[in-house]
Every structure is written in C-alpha cells, then in structure tokens.
C-alpha cells in the first residue's frame, strides 16, 4: 500500500499540479458549503437533506488539498482510503477515476460519504488545521465521487482474484459485515452473508432515515458486491435458523460474527411501561423498515404531537428528526449535559435546529406519567449542572436539588444507547464475553477464542460509527486470508 501511494504520488500530472497553483494560493481558498434543501420544505418529508456537491464546487473544493507528502488525513481513516489520490483526481475532472481509487478499499463510498462522521476522522487530521484553515471536505468530496459514477451509469466492478473455492459465512449484513465481505469477495473466498431481517443493510437500513442516507444509495452499492460474488440470504437467523455447526456442516471455513447491537438500553426510571413510551431502536425500525409511518401498516407507530426523545447522539437527532416529518408539533430533544457534550455530529445538531427542533440541555428524566389509559402524558425532568470530567472526558452531570420540571408529552423516545445481539455470544459455544455481552477479540486481527470466528462492529465495540465498524471488517478480512492461507 504505502509503495503504492508513492508511485500515484509521484506521477507527472500531479507534480505539474503543484507548479500550477502553489500552497499558499491553496490554502487561501474558502472551505464549500454543503447545498442543503430548505428547512422549512424538508421537515415534512423524507427527501435527502443534503444535494451534494457541483462538479464545479468539487473542483474547486479539490484545489484546497495540498497533496502532502506524508498525508495525515489518511492515518485519520479506519479504511485507509487513498485519499490525496481520490481528490487530486477531483480535481482534474476525472471523476471515475477518483470513484475507483475509493472502492479499492471502501465497500461503502456514497454511505460514508454521507455519514461518516469525517469531522473526528480523516479531516480532523488535516494539515490545514494547523495553519488555523478549515479542513479539505473529504467527505463531501467522498459523496461527489461515489455519486458522479452512479449517476454517470458507469459504476465499476472491484477487480476479483480467481475464485479459491473456500466458504465463508458472514453474520450480518451491516456496515462490518459488507465491508468484510467486500475485502474477502476481491481475494477469491465463497461469501455468503447471512441477514435476520427482510432487508439487507442492517444498520444502514432499519437505522438511518431517508432524509441521511436514501436507501436507493445503499442498495446500490450492495449490488456491486451481488456483482463481485457476494451471495446474501435474508429472513436467516444465524444461532436459531441455522447454528454454528450447521455452517461447519454446509463447508463453511470462516465466520465473520457482526450482528450488531440491536438491544435498547433504557433508563428505568417510574413509566418507562407507559404506552408511548419506546426505545429509538424500536421507532427507527419501525419507521424505516415497516412502513410504520402509513396508517395503513400493519405495524404502525405512534403519531406523536408532543414528542420527546432522550439522548444525544445521531441516533436521537434521527428520531427527532423522524417524529418531526410525522407531523410533532412540539419536538425535544433531552440530555443531561451541554450542548457542547453532545456526541451527535454538528452538522445533525444543526439540522435539527433548522427543522425546529427543541433542545432541553442539562434536563434528565425522571419519570413519565401516565393518564387514565396508561398513556404518557407527561414527564418529569431533573435540571442538571455539569461537575468534573468523568471516564468518557466529559463533564459530569449532576442534579441540582429541588429543581424539577414537568412537561407536557404524548410520546417519548428513548435513545440512551444499546446492547450487543445475545445470540451470537450465547450460542457459539466458546466464546470468550465481557460483562457487556460484547465478544472479545485480539483487536489486531478481530479473531476471537474460537479459531474460526472473527468479529467487528458493534458485537465487539457495544456501539461505534459506521466507519469504525468497516474498519473492523477490512481488518478482519486481512487475518482471516493470513491464516487460511497460512493453514
């Protein structure tokens, strides 16, 4: 790999790049802005929040990128993505070509593009932040890429090493998951990815709304890995449909374990029984895979008015989101610290501020009331002040006495995170488990104390990003066909 950066770097059209325009002329161009649908508009339907980039903006956006020798942003992404390559190729307009470089290590282009959290990332470890600049747009520039080629009807096919004949099963079909299957597909391996649900995606799918990530981009880019090999079958609960031994029988050498943690955690305080009272895993779920929203659904959700969702994170800010386009005429967020605590991403904040949303920072529930019918009608909030750091690095929040709110709700969402999928840990007989549930693993090579199987994502981190979760996919990729190879 590194050779290879070397040599992309090394070629003439980029060394006559840097003579054309020099650094400080570089570094001296503003920062683009993402093109957004209207506020008002786009908070009563599902259509994408974010356009996109022009192929004039993304030009532009590409000329910011200093081509650095020892390019930074990289270290900053857990799918070592070329990523001085991919935007120099912005740059001179060639998009394909740009959208090639992405796929050779990313198996999901246009999801991260869209919903990576590049901020902490790549571009948290751009050189033009220490000259006080704003970071290159990786990740706008990653979304232009990825959608230029679908849109251009030439979506290009990984190259694929002659196929080995060895079977491997992977569990799960969300961002781990796909990204492991990608890595082993373009090695030669047999990969069949096994799916609980009716949807392939996981994460992807039941997890993150329209309005962030169109189920049209993720559809797309699991068909380029129906198009390199992979086979998926879904409605297949693996550990209950088909056991572990099972997989042995049918010839499977591997498993890669990424079923995700789809457990909600709540908070259990007084009401938490109440009818509209539920977990945003629940709701999400609902809402994005079931068509819940319809009241002609066989599931459908709860409608709510005055909407509450506790939490901080993007998850929150989805269901947030969600119950605003449902037509919440009130629409809160609840946490309990600051603002500035909010592991959410700023852009989602922001959104959510534009869409209307409420945000009661330095609140913690502490109990919902219910009516007559056992409905939630309101909930008691506990006002917080925030104390020293705790073990996460954020201030600590603490109840301030006496001082106690109750508001009026019709529904609430609880979003205070999540648990691992038991099923895997409780029926893969030797598995080594914390006392989260979640399975441990050498995390350098994601193999756990069964030989066979290796593990990613949040069965092993208890709830990470997206990104985060491939990484561990295409690491685990990589000591798998080390070992079979070496076996």
């Not at 491997?168 to 998951?177: D, K, R």
């Not at 086979?231 to 693996?238: A, D, G, S």
Request: glycine share 8%; net charge negative; with cysteine.
């Amino acid at each position: 790999m590194k050779e290879q950066i070397i040599a992309r770097r090394n070629e003439p059209w980029r060394d006559e790049l840097r003579k054309n325009l020099k650094n400080k002329e570089r570094a001296d161009i503003p920062r683009v802005h993402m093109n957004e649908l209207d506020p008002e508009y786009r908070s009563h339907n599902s259509e994408e929040v974010n356009l996109g980039l022009t192929a004039e903006q993304a030009m532009q956006e590409a000329k910011r990128c200093l081509d650095c020798p020892n390019p930074t942003c990289m270290s900053g992404c857990p799918v070592s993505i070329q990523i001085p390559t991919f935007v120099k190729y912005i740059e001179v307009g060639k998009f394909l070509d740009a959208a090639k470089v992405l796929k050779e290590t990313s198996a999901l282009p246009a999801v991260c593009g869209r919903v990576c959290p590049q901020e902490k990332q790549c571009e948290a470890q751009c050189i033009h932040l220490k000259m006080k600049k704003d970071p290159v747009a990786i990740g706008y520039l990653e979304r232009f890429a990825a959608d230029y080629e679908r849109e251009s009807g030439q979506m290009s096919v990984p190259e694929i090493a002659k196929p080995n004949g060895i079977k491997i099963a992977v569990v799960g079909s969300g961002p781990a998951g796909l990204s492991f299957a990608g890595d082993m597909a373009k090695r030669g391996y047999d990969i069949t990815v096994f799916e609980a649900l009716h949807e392939i995606g996981g994460v992807l799918k039941y997890g993150i709304p329209e309005f962030r990530l169109p189920n049209e981009i993720v559809d797309v880019e699991i068909d380029i890995l129906r198009k390199m090999g992979v086979k998926f079958l879904n409605n297949c609960i693996v550990g209950k449909t088909i056991t572990y031994e099972d997989l042995h029988v049918d010839g499977f050498k591997g498993i890669f374990a990424a079923s995700g943690a789809g457990l909600p955690n709540f908070m259990n305080i007084p009401g938490e029984n109440l009818i509209g009272v539920m977990s945003s895993n629940e709701y999400l779920t609902r809402v994005n895979l079931m068509d819940a929203a319809n009241p002609e659904s066989d599931t459908p959700v709860l409608i709510g008015k005055k909407v509450a969702v506790i939490g901080g994170g993007n998850t929150a800010m989805d269901s947030v989101r969600t119950a605003r386009r449902l037509g919440a005429e009130r629409s809160m967020i609840v946490y309990r610290r600051s603002e500035e605590e909010m592991p959410a991403r700023i852009e989602e904040v922001k959104h959510a501020k534009e869409e209307g949303v409420e945000f009661l920072t330095l609140h913690n529930p502490i109990e919902y009331i219910g009516d007559e019918r056992g409905r939630v009608k309101q909930m008691r909030l506990q006002k917080m002040a925030l104390g020293e750091p705790d073990a996460s690095g954020r201030r600590r929040p603490i109840a301030i006495a006496g001082a106690i709110d109750t508001i009026d709700v019709d529904e609430v969402i609880v979003s205070v995170g999540v648990s691992p999928n038991p099923l895997i840990p409780s029926t893969f007989k030797g598995l080594d488990v914390t006392k989260w549930g979640t399975i441990i693993v050498d995390e350098s090579t994601m193999r756990s104390a069964l030989p066979d199987v290796y593990a990613g994502g949040d069965i092993v981190r208890g709830g990470a990003t997206v990104i985060l979760a491939m990484g561990d996919g295409r690491k685990a990729a990589a000591a798998m066909h080390q070992q079979l190879s070496s076996d």
